[in-house]
């Protein structure tokens, strides 16, 4: 059954054939940043933010605080992944990823909206909880969706090049907050940019959410989800996620490496480089930004080479190769602060996260049973975030705090890459490979 976008590709020109190809990516890639940005954005002015809202007399507290509501925001991502994934895997890919965008601008709206502890007192820690709740459980389905999405309208033999391109997206999320925060603390002074920077920062993300939203109601819905017999109910959903729970574990910890190494070269990096290393801000913001950079460059290479020589030998190398470099980079940096080690380290890093996101997102839609393919692969990510990755800024800040050893997060990466080792290689075994064959 061909979906109405295959029917215009077989009567279209070339380059309108090219046009009908690209626009769905970019429609649902473009949201997909949006929501990346308002989620990062959090953690680039935790600082700031922690001031707002968390006075204390410890400059540690207030940051711990703040990256703790942080990484509160990752716990309601399971809730997310199961009941906005049930929706999606239900009602349809499109309508789902129509709410997901809606529910992250009301999240981000309200907190940057929000007045300080020093107008609404205990209320205002509160208030920004609950927005970053919110966000939590738009943003718990929205990285699946989104995965599922590209792999079902992409060509057979291209769908780890499609996929990545979610990723890829983020990057320019990535970039785009690097790039204005460097314009705001060129600007604006520490004390404007603790009273109202990071506001602008947020509602410049709020800006664009109506264009985003038009984009996504011009979607398609996909053509593999139109040819399915029947749609499971969300009790049978339920089931079926049950039933493979052993998947899930598996693929969450898949994740966790992918998510652990992408929150510590992009949401940690501003923090660590001014609080721990001590190094000008608007260096580590121009860190941040050449991270995104070569995020954006690797993950469709990573992508597109994973088509070509499959998906477990990207994760293998990956993996092992973070395994035996994280921590003595981490050695090597902390030993003589700069920003060029700051930046060299940071980008071997990020290769090191989009060569094996590139593989480790396709790879994961490819696993899950159809009829859950998105709440199987949000269930997944969303426990790894909400255990490992999202609090990876604060587990590290701790981590620092209680060794006195600034190179310690190379150790937490170390046990992220262990995890999503251990992963595919048990993925790897002949059971779960004739699972992921008959899906």
Same mark, same amino acid.
């Given at each position: 059954?061909?979906?109405?976008?295959?029917?215009?590709?077989?009567?279209?020109?070339?380059?309108?054939?090219?046009?009908?190809?690209?626009?769905?990516?970019?429609?649902?890639?473009?949201?997909?940043?949006?929501?990346?940005?308002?989620?990062?954005?959090?953690?680039?002015?935790?600082?700031?933010?922690?001031?707002?809202?968390?006075?204390?007399?410890?400059?540690?507290?207030?940051?711990?605080?703040?990256?703790?509501?942080?990484?509160?925001?990752?716990?309601?991502?399971?809730?997310?992944?199961?009941?906005?994934?049930?929706?999606?895997?239900?009602?349809?890919?499109?309508?789902?990823?129509?709410?997901?965008?809606?529910?992250?601008?009301?999240?981000?709206?309200?907190?940057?909206?929000?007045?300080?502890?020093?107008?609404?007192?205990?209320?205002?820690?509160?208030?920004?909880?609950?927005?970053?709740?919110?966000?939590?459980?738009?943003?718990?389905?929205?990285?699946?969706?989104?995965?599922?999405?590209?792999?079902?309208?992409?060509?057979?033999?291209?769908?780890?090049?499609?996929?990545?391109?979610?990723?890829?997206?983020?990057?320019?999320?990535?970039?785009?907050?690097?790039?204005?925060?460097?314009?705001?603390?060129?600007? &604006? +002074?520490?004390?404007?940019?603790? !009273?109202? #920077?990071? /506001?602008?920062? $947020?509602? %410049?993300?709020?800006?664009?959410?109506? *264009?985003?939203?038009?984009?996504?109601?011009?979607?398609?819905?996909?053509?593999?989800?139109?040819?399915?017999?029947?749609?499971?109910?969300?009790?049978?959903?339920?089931?079926?996620?049950?039933?493979?729970?052993?998947?899930?574990?598996?693929?969450?910890?898949?994740?966790?490496?992918?998510?652990?190494?992408?929150?510590?070269?992009?949401?940690?990096?501003?923090?660590?480089?001014?609080?721990?290393?001590?190094?000008?801000?608007?260096?580590?913001?121009?860190?941040?930004?050449?991270?995104?950079?070569?995020?954006?460059?690797?993950?469709? &290479? +990573?992508?597109?080479?994973?088509? !070509?020589? #499959?998906? /477990?030998?990207? $994760?293998? %190398?990956?993996?092992?190769?973070?395994? *035996?470099?994280?921590?003595?980079?981490?050695?090597?940096?902390?030993?003589?602060?700069?920003?060029?080690?700051?930046?060299?380290?940071?980008?071997?890093?990020?290769?090191?996260?989009?060569?094996?996101?590139?593989?480790?997102?396709?790879?994961?839609?490819?696993?899950?049973?159809?009829?859950?393919?998105?709440?199987?692969?949000?269930?997944?990510?969303?426990?790894?975030?909400?255990?490992?990755?999202?609090?990876?800024?604060?587990?590290?800040?701790?981590?620092?705090?209680?060794?006195?050893?600034?190179?310690?997060?190379?150790?937490?990466?170390?046990?992220?890459?262990?995890?999503?080792?251990?992963?595919?290689?048990?993925?790897?075994?002949?059971?779960?490979?004739?699972?992921?064959?008959?899906?």
């Amino acid at each position: 059954m061909l979906s109405p976008e295959s029917s215009v590709l077989a009567q279209s020109t070339p380059s309108q054939s090219r046009r009908a190809k690209i626009m769905p990516v970019v429609r649902v890639a473009a949201g997909n940043a949006l929501e990346m940005y308002d989620f990062q954005i959090f953690g680039y002015y935790a600082a700031a933010i922690a001031v707002t809202f968390f006075p204390s007399g410890s400059e540690f507290a207030s940051l711990m605080f703040s990256f703790s509501t942080f990484g509160a925001g990752f716990l309601m991502r399971p809730l997310g992944a199961i009941v906005l994934g049930a929706y999606i895997d239900h009602r349809g890919r499109r309508s789902g990823l129509l709410l997901t965008l809606a529910l992250m601008g009301f999240g981000t709206l309200a907190i940057a909206c929000l007045p300080g502890y020093a107008v609404l007192g205990l209320a205002a820690p509160l208030l920004v909880l609950i927005g970053r709740l919110v966000q939590g459980f738009s943003a718990g389905v929205e990285l699946g969706g989104v995965s599922v999405y590209l792999s079902e309208i992409a060509p057979p033999n291209r769908k780890g090049f499609y996929v990545s391109w979610q990723s890829a997206s983020q990057q320019v999320a990535v970039m785009f907050a690097a790039l204005l925060g460097i314009a705001l603390t060129s600007t &604006l +002074s520490n004390s404007q940019m603790s !009273r109202f #920077g990071w /506001r602008v920062a $947020l509602l %410049a993300g709020c800006s664009l959410l109506p *264009l985003l939203l038009f984009l996504r109601r011009s979607l398609q819905e996909s053509g593999e989800f139109l040819a399915r017999p029947r749609r499971s109910t969300t009790s049978e959903i339920a089931k079926t996620l049950g039933a493979n729970w052993r998947l899930v574990l598996l693929g969450m910890m898949l994740s966790t490496m992918t998510t652990v190494c992408f929150y510590m070269v992009t949401a940690y990096t501003p923090t660590f480089g001014s609080s721990v290393l001590h190094l000008a801000a608007t260096g580590n913001l121009i860190v941040t930004l050449c991270v995104g950079a070569c995020n954006f460059a690797v993950l469709p &290479l +990573s992508g597109a080479l994973s088509d !070509r020589i #499959g998906r /477990r030998p990207i $994760l293998y %190398a990956c993996t092992i190769v973070a395994l *035996l470099t994280a921590y003595p980079a981490l050695v090597w940096l902390v030993s003589a602060p700069s920003f060029t080690r700051l930046l060299m380290v940071e980008l071997w890093l990020s290769i090191l996260y989009a060569g094996y996101n590139g593989a480790m997102a396709v790879y994961l839609t490819e696993i899950m049973p159809v009829e859950v393919r998105t709440s199987g692969f949000s269930l997944a990510y969303s426990l790894a975030t909400a255990i490992f990755g999202g609090f990876t800024p604060a587990i590290c800040t701790y981590l620092i705090h209680v060794t006195g050893n600034r190179a310690v997060p190379g150790v937490w990466l170390s046990f992220a890459a262990i995890c999503g080792l251990s992963a595919a290689l048990a993925l790897s075994s002949k059971r779960f490979e004739t699972a992921a064959t008959a899906s």
